[in-house]
């Protein structure tokens, strides 16, 4: 038997809060520097997007691929162990 500890969203704050709070801290640091020394703190070409875009569809394409071929050889398993339990119950019963 599997047993879960059932947790609400208060206890998921209780966890996370520290973590978000760090997390806007440092965002609202950077933005601060940003609109106080201008725009020559960092740039990114917009290259790097489409780029980085490209890599991530490539990636999520060949996982799904993966687990769609995954997915395809267990149903034919689950079929075959079908179709032989169902054989061996006529035979038991016709026994």
């Avoid at 790097?48 to 993966?66: D, E």
């Avoid at 687990?67 to 162990?81: C, M, N, P, T």
Wanted: aromatic share 18%; proline share 2%; glycine share 8%.
């Amino acid at each position: 038997m599997i047993k879960t500890e059932k947790q609400g969203l208060i206890q998921l704050l209780k966890i996370s809060l520290p973590y978000i709070v760090v997390t806007a801290a440092y965002t609202v640091f950077i933005l601060g520097l940003e609109e106080y020394f201008g725009d020559h703190i960092y740039k990114i070409p917009r290259q790097i997007g489409s780029v980085f875009g490209l890599a991530v569809a490539f990636f999520l394409g060949f996982r799904m691929n993966s687990s769609y071929d995954r997915w395809w050889e267990a149903r034919k398993i689950f079929g075959e162990l079908t179709n032989n339990t169902r054989s061996f119950a006529a035979k038991i019963y016709a026994y």
